[in-house]
C-alpha cells in the first residue's frame, strides 16, 4: 500500500472513530474489540478469497460428478482459514438493513470458532 493510499485510508478509520465517539455511549475501550472483530472478518475473507481461486484451479475433475466440493483441508493446506458461508464478509455485507446485523456478525464470529475449536 502506498503512502497516500495509507493516508486516506487513517484518514477514513479517523471519520468513522469520530462518529462511533460522536454517535453512541460507548467508549473508545468499548467499540475497539468489534470494530477490531470486523477487521479479522475482512482480512480472513480476503486471505479466503485469494486461496479459493488458487485451490479450484487445482482441484481434480472426475468425468461424471464434476469437480468435488471445497474442503477445510484445502485452505489448511494453503496456510488459509476456512470461512463459513454466513462468515464471509460478502454475505454479511448484503444483509437487509432490516437484518440484525449485530446478531449477523456474532453469529459468524462463532461459527469461525467453531471451526477452529482448539
Not at 455511549?25 to 481461486?53: C, D, W
Not at 454475505?91 to 470458532?113: F, H, R, T
Amino acid at each position: 500500500m502506498q503512502g497516500t493510499h495509507l493516508r486516506k485510508l487513517e484518514a477514513e478509520l479517523w471519520r468513522a472513530a469520530d462518529q462511533l465517539r460522536a454517535n453512541s455511549k460507548l467508549t473508545a475501550s468499548e467499540y475497539s474489540m468489534p470494530v477490531l472483530g470486523l477487521i479479522f472478518l475482512r482480512h480472513a475473507y480476503n486471505r479466503f478469497q485469494k486461496v479459493k481461486i488458487e485451490v479450484e484451479k487445482d482441484l481434480p475433475t472426475h468425468p461424471q460428478r464434476g469437480k468435488r466440493a471445497l474442503t477445510k483441508k484445502d485452505f489448511e493446506e494453503k496456510n488459509s482459514m476456512f470461512i463459513p458461508a454466513k462468515s464471509q464478509f460478502d454475505y454479511l455485507v448484503s444483509l437487509p438493513e432490516s437484518a440484525d446485523i449485530g446478531e449477523a456478525i456474532n453469529n459468524a464470529m462463532k461459527l469461525i470458532e467453531e471451526e477452529y475449536e482448539v
